[in-house]
């Protein structure tokens, strides 16, 4: 179970750099914040690969899973030379590469979904001030009149999210832009998703490693970062369900406000996650 | 492998205003260094949006042993910081690269780049005045025509030798991402612009068009997978050039072939080691620097960890990898932590191409002898090197019991760290920019 601690932890770190990032002098660098993105991604997957060890979506999950947790056991636990493990897991690797690869137009279709349903949400609740106005998003999706008219181009990094987790049987949809997710009329004192619902962790998973309790401000709140990771990694079925799951209190964060303004506005950033680079 | 010593320190700030290399500002960092086609002079750039330019003494028979050491010759702001109104960002004014073009004239022309605007500056000197005008004083007040009652013709007369530097050119608007390269064509006519995404070729004259010729962005930017992260024309061939990639690949295009070169000429690339996957194998694998070797029969490239040369005609695996700090493969988590991970180290070539040289962490840089297989670790330090001294060669000690002069792996400074290097064209003289300080070695002389 440490490859867990370690890719939350990973994810975590990643995570602030994105946020990191937006306040950086010279603009967003993409050649970075796409790096991070992928190591997010890698250490998303890792994470996650125990709770579809081949439940869903057939064999090419299982290889996937198979894959993440055999290249895990390689990358974490330090071993150099392929043991009996790694060899199964090379072998599988080049065949779930490619299986990982092909559901990416279904993972990013029923990403995009999730985040047009998060991003309604949140529209409904007059909690969250989503930005409004701002430049026209080109990747906006049609069937998205009821949220907000236009929303600002999303500055987060684009990520190639390979939700492998998705339910593949939501079908390529339409696709969504729903981009709702600037710092900039983000007011720093609401606290996020207060009235939407935010599935929380399932029974089976890691519970979060306050690693980064009292660490320094910019560190994420883990508690919120496994809110996110169930968020993506879920399936979404967890967003459509809506069970009335509370999210975790931004607030709980109770040292400076820093941290807890880089949980809030992570948060509905990391939402429309596939939504990429739409700044540039 | 020659041995590198007369260590000549040149702290990049002139010396009444030295900082000590704890508290520099940030805008003293050195970001660029590149020497010219003949090697008489040396450019750098900071990231203050400075540059700062060397010139080698002529040798002279009174000082026999003071053999061209390199000084301060032009000192001139190229770059000021920006504000793009409509995105509402910054725009830095650290100078990324400097090229120089061929002389062709009494004056030196240098091309600069931060990160949307390039400029091609040049570098003229000033040895003479006119002075007896007739309508001004020699204060250069302007006189009374009444009082004027004779004519003269003014004089050139000598001055003090001042140099200036004008921006003769300036090629703008073009570039959405932030440019990475520059690389001037041997054509002398061209040169081209690179960002994330995509490369323009630009005509030196000419500075309200440009051509685009690569263009990798996808119609949905949620499917971008690599980026641009260096290129550079071929040192002979006008139509070619190379552009390296995020993930780790090298494409060789030829410009004869289509008016945009999305698809390549020639694909380099290795596979994966699957035995070394890790989180960090994508981020390790982007390649920061890609350069021809002067022949133009090589190709060299940098990633976090190896340098590897590669053989234009051989697509399938590079010609020769050498590790340059393979003692930081276990520690890829506490690297990427500290964001020493994206660091962008650059690797050169000596005159002959026998050569290859790269920098590290602490202060090191490393040299590869291609023929002889040998290697060696240097250190850019002001404590460790007297003027004439020869620098001794350094060793990172990577587990078990550590000899005398090593250094564990966990002492080394990852704050000090050597990303730009350059070598003179012809002679055994390496500039080394480490931090805010510039660093010239020379070649032993017998």
Redesign the interface.
């Known amino acids: 179970m440490e490859y867990k601690v ?2 939350h932890r ?1 994810m975590s ?1 990643s995570l602030g ?1 994105i946020y990191n990032s937006r306040v950086q ?3 967003i ?4 914040n ?2 991070v993105s ?2 997010l991604r ?2 998303r997957q ?1 994470y996650l690969s125990d709770y579809y060890g081949g439940a869903c979506l057939g064999s090419q999950r299982a290889e996937a899973g198979e894959w993440a947790e055999g ?1 895990t056991m ?2 974490l636990e ?1 071993r ?3 043991g009996a493990a ?1 060899a199964d ?2 072998e599988s ?2 065949e779930s590469r490619e299986t990982l690869r092909a559901p990416e137009t279904n993972a ?1 279709a029923s990403v995009e979904v999730a985040a047009e349903r998060n991003a309604e949400e949140p529209a409904s609740s007059s909690d969250y001030n989503w930005p409004q106005g701002g430049e026209t998003d080109e ?1 906006r999706a049609p069937g998205q009149a009821e949220d907000s008219t236009q929303v600002p181009s999303c500055p987060v990094p ?1 990520s ?2 390979e939700c492998g987790a998705a339910n593949a049987d939501e079908g390529p949809q339409s ?1 969504a832009a729903a981009a709702p997710c600037c710092t ?1 009329k983000r007011s720093a004192g609401k606290s996020p998703y207060a009235g939407s619902p935010v599935k929380r962790p399932r029974p089976g998973s890691v519970p979060p490693a306050n690693t980064e309790g009292g660490d320094a401000s910019e560190d994420m709140d883990t508690g919120n970062v496994s809110s996110l990771i169930t968020i993506f990694g879920s399936s979404f079925s967890g967003l459509l369900s809506k069970d009335g799951a509370q999210a975790e209190p931004g607030a709980a964060d109770g040292d400076s406000g820093s941290g807890t303004i880089c949980c809030e506005q992570m948060l509905p950033n990391l939402s429309p996650w ?7 | 492998m020659k041995c590198f010593s007369r260590y000549l320190p040149y702290l990049f700030r002139p010396p009444s205003t030295i900082l000590s290399s704890s508290c520099h500002t940030e805008a003293d960092i050195i970001s660029t260094v590149e020497f010219n086609s003949t090697g008489e002079l040396l450019a750098t750039g900071d990231k203050g949006g400075r540059v700062v330019v060397f010139q080698r003494e002529q040798e002279s028979k009174n000082q026999p042993h003071r053999r061209g050491e390199y000084n301060v010759y032009s000192t001139f702001q190229s770059h000021e910081p920006e504000f793009d109104y409509l995105k509402s960002l910054e725009i830095e004014e650290k100078i990324n690269k400097i090229r120089w073009l061929p002389q062709h004239n009494a004056a030196y022309f240098l091309l600069s780049t931060n990160d949307k605007t390039v400029k091609l500056w040049k570098i003229s000197e000033r040895d003479r005045r006119p002075e007896g005008y007739n309508l001004k004083d020699e204060e250069g007040r302007i006189r009374d025509p009444a009082t004027i009652t004779t004519l003269r013709v003014p004089v050139l007369r000598p001055m003090d030798l001042m140099v200036e530097a004008t921006a003769r050119r300036i090629f703008s608007n073009a570039h959405t991402y932030h440019i990475n390269s520059i690389s001037v064509n041997s054509d002398y006519e061209t040169f081209m612009s690179t960002d994330d995404l995509r490369i323009n070729l630009w005509n030196l004259e000419i500075t309200n068009k440009s051509f685009n010729i690569v263009d990798i962005k996808p119609a949905n930017m949620e499917e971008l997978t690599e980026v641009i992260t260096a290129a550079e024309f071929h040192p002979n061939q006008c139509n070619t050039f190379v552009y390296s990639s995020s993930k780790g690949s090298i494409r060789l295009c030829d410009m004869r072939a289509a008016a945009l070169c999305d698809n390549h000429s020639k694909f380099f690339e290795e596979p994966e080691d699957p035995s070394n996957r890790s989180f960090f194998s994508e981020i390790i694998s982007s390649i920061s620097d890609v350069k021809f070797s002067h022949s133009g029969r090589y190709l060299m490239t940098r990633d976090y960890l190896t340098v590897k040369v590669w053989d234009l005609n051989m697509e399938s695996k590079p010609l020769e990898t050498y590790q340059v700090h393979d003692y930081l493969r276990s520690k890829l988590c506490s690297l990427y932590e500290n964001d020493c991970i994206f660091d962008k180290f650059e690797c050169v070539w000596n005159g002959s191409d026998s050569v290859i040289m790269t920098g590290s962490y602490n202060n090191f840089f490393r040299m590869f002898d291609r023929n002889t297989k040998r290697d060696v670790t240097l250190e850019a330090s002001r404590e460790n090197s007297k003027p004439r001294a020869i620098l001794k060669p350094r060793k990172v000690c990577v587990g078990g019991k550590r000899r005398k002069d090593e250094i564990s792996v966990d002492s080394l400074d990852f704050s000090k760290k050597i990303l730009h290097t350059a070598w003179h064209p012809s002679e055994n003289i390496i500039a080394v920019a480490a931090t805010n300080n510039l660093y010239i070695f020379q070649d032993k002389v017998n």
Request: with cysteine; net charge neutral.
């Open positions: 370690e890719a990973i770190i750099k002098r010279g603009g660098k993409l050649h970075k796409l790096l992928l190591v890698s250490a890792v290249e390689e990358s330090g150099s030379s392929p790694g897991s090379c690797e080049t990013q990747e684009e190639r999210f696709p900039r596939s939504t990429a680079i739409v700044a540039f």
